[in-house]
C-alpha cells in the first residue's frame, strides 16, 4: 500500500471515487492499520462508504456530496495523521 499525505488524500481522493468503476472499491488505512475507511461503487453505481476505527459504520452517500462527507469522515478518523495508506481493489460489488 503506498501511502499519501493527508492534504493530498483530501484534494484527490473525491476525484478519484467520481471515477471509480462499479465494483470497485478505495480503502484508506492509518500507519498502524488501525482505523480507516472504505468508499465503494457498487454495480448499480450507488457509492457506500465504510468507517472502521473511532466511528464503525457504513453509510450510502449522493455522489454530489461526496467531497463534504468525505472531508468530515477522513478529519474524524484521521485526526493526527500526516501520511495515510491507500489502495484500489476489485470488491464482489455489495
Known amino acids: 500500500m503506498p501511502m499519501v499525505t493527508a492534504n493530498a488524500a483530501v484534494k484527490e481522493i473525491p476525484s478519484?471515487?467520481?471515477?471509480?468503476?462499479?465494483?470497485y472499491s478505495i480503502e484508506?488505512?492509518?500507519f498502524k492499520k488501525d482505523r480507516g475507511l472504505e468508499i465503494s461503487k457498487n454495480a448499480d453505481?450507488?457509492?457506500f462508504m465504510k468507517e472502521f476505527g473511532f466511528?464503525?459504520?457504513k453509510t450510502?452517500?449522493?455522489i454530489s456530496d461526496i467531497d463534504h462527507v468525505f472531508k468530515e469522515a477522513f478529519y474524524?478518523?484521521?485526526?493526527?495523521?500526516h501520511e495515510v495508506?491507500?489502495?484500489t481493489r476489485r470488491t464482489d460489488g455489495t
Open 45 to 47: 453505481g450507488r457509492i
Open 85 to 87: 495508506r491507500y489502495s
Open 16 to 23: 478519484m471515487v467520481r471515477k471509480l468503476k462499479p465494483g
Open 76 to 81: 474524524r478518523e484521521f485526526p493526527r495523521s
Open 28 to 30: 484508506l488505512k492509518t
Open 55 to 57: 466511528v464503525n459504520g
Open 60 to 62: 450510502e452517500i449522493d
